[in-house]
């Protein structure tokens, strides 16, 4: 993802201008290196920085990851996710104070880094202000990770695991489905 992008619809806006408060001046610092700055203000890793995937990772100490469910039959329930799934407006506004995140919503899906559809959970510590470009891509990963578990070919705990650890090495590891 291409964060000047994000910062001409204004999501990193609020930080670029912290930065700039903070006395890290534009003669100071570059457009460039104050995004990047905003960037590791909101997102573990780089995303987006040069050597980088690219793809941006949720905060571990905010987001550690959360689970409801560590039943496969009950996941695999058509509409089991539809069932669980409770993220209020107040909860998200928690999640976005955490991160410092103060955007346009529209730019950012609070999701689950834990997926619900995987047994995650609706808490504060498995939910994460990701950008809409990576949370598409996450999504097809969410699908084929719940296809092969309700399968029997993954196992539910360490798919719960592993997303949680690092979403975009799983990805990459099932081939980047």
């Known amino acids: 993802m291409h ?82 799934r409770n993220v209020s407006r107040a909860l998200k506004a928690k999640v976005a104070a955490a991160y410092g995140f103060s955007g346009a919503s529209s730019s950012v899906e609070y999701d689950h880094l834990i997926p619900l559809s995987l047994g995650g959970s609706n808490a504060e510590t498995n939910l994460w202000p990701e950008p809409i470009t990576d949370a598409r891509v996450k999504d097809g990963l969410e699908n084929h990770l719940r296809a092969v578990v309700c399968a029997g070919k993954m196992d539910l705990a360490d798919v719960q695991s592993r997303i949680a650890a690092d979403w975009v090495k799983l990805w990459n590891d099932v081939g980047a489905p």
């Open 3 to 84: 964060l000047d992008s994000l910062v001409s619809r204004g999501t990193f806006v609020s930080l670029l201008f912290a930065v700039s408060v903070a006395g890290c001046s534009g003669d100071a610092l570059s457009r460039e290196e104050r995004v990047e700055f905003a960037q590791d203000a909101l997102f573990d890793g780089d995303a987006g920085s040069e050597g980088s995937d690219g793809h941006a990772r949720p905060r571990s100490s905010l987001t550690p990851g959360d689970v409801l469910s560590v039943d496969t039959q009950v996941i695999c329930t058509p509409g089991y996710s539809r069932g669980v």
